[in-house]
């Protein structure tokens, strides 16, 4: 399998150089030449463990790794997970919430995370080289990359994080992994700060090349390919379960990363009649699957934080969907919207691919009467972002079994759900993180000071 640019102007690339590259170097998303049909096999896909079927579907992407190495990183990232499902479905009323939190750090980025940070080990030794993730998080991907990265072979950490800004939880998460190669950075400014230092860096070449400087973020084609998995796993699994022929998933999104994934799987075979995007306030892509128009706006600061986003870094790959593999036009579409701030695509609203995803939002008033009354009616508590995918899931369902995605477990975010139900969650991994031993450089928002340790802890 060859990967090629959304911008077409990229020579196409091994699996290897597709995930250690991120970003193609013409400026596009890498999204696979072809799309694997897994429609013939569906029967034996449902009965395999999540490894296993991890295993079964990254081998139709990863063709440049031998089977029994990739089983071996597949099998060691899903290990680190504490439910034996991996990622189980749970009857909650009249749907399903799919639990992705039972990862490391208790939210759906570790499902990718794992995984990808395995094959990053794997890949650098096999090529000799080395590389140092510079990153910068407001709170749930920061803390997924160092618990993939630490202890990892070949790489090095530097995660900053806005200092005081990230919730207690969060902070705790990522400062308390003491491994020597991970760098936790608390800047004294704000999460806009870290991004534009971040930046700086890699935009200085020079830089960049000596300290083999590389990024974790969304847009690395590996972390969009782990999470179609889930779909194939929890949809064939529901869907056995009720004797239904087709299902319909319901995800909480501001990146377009988990969604996109549940769209590949369509285009897969698995039978899934629709899928149902939720956003809060920043709904950029809400508006957009119901009017055509992709407009960024201001973004709001909401009780589901992972998707206080305005613009969809995911987006591009979904866009060469709807312009039919035209990378002249992508590209076109892209310029204008990096010019204007938008893109009017309302030509395209018949579009089979925009007819599959049904959008709405949900505000916090919503969220948070959504919490509460699944908690008083089945006794169950959604975390705010879950609790976003329920409010709109229900709202736009056909009569199909839906299944709703849970990104995090609800003690991650203890105010909301304190507000909502009266109680303060709890998970054991967080209530042993109380007191203990933390490690952090705090500097300035400066990208010289950031330059310069980054230097001397590499030299
Ligand atoms: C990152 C995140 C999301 C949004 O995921 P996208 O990749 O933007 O679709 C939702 N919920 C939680 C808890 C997250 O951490």
Redesign the pocket.
Known sequence: MKYISTRGQTEAMSFTDAGLTGLAPDGGLLVPASLPDLSGDLDHLSSLSYADLAFEIFSRFITDIPAEDLRGLVNRAYATFRDPEVAPSVKVGNFYVLELFHGPTL???DMAMQFLAQFFEYALEKRGQSLNILGSTS???GSAAIHGIRGKAGINIFMMHPEGKTSPVQELQMTSVLDENVYNLAIDGTFDDCQRIMKTLFADVPFKTEMKLGAVN?VNWVRVMAQIVYYFYAGLKVRKACGSENIQFS?????????LAGYYASQMGLPVSQLILATNENDILARFFQSGKYESGKVAHTI?P??D?QV?S?FERFLYVLMDHDAAKVSEVMKTFAEQGQVDLSGRLEHDAMKMILADRADTHQTSSTIRRVNSEYGYVL?P?TAVGVAVGEQLRNEDPLICLS??HPA?FVDAIVDAVGEVPHHPVLDALEGAETECERLPADVEAVRRFVKAALA
């Open positions: 939210a759906f980025k709170g749930d991907t969304s995800v909480p999104t501001g990146n377009f990363g988990n969604i589901s992972s998707m986003i969809a995911n975390d972002h990104t995090a991650k």
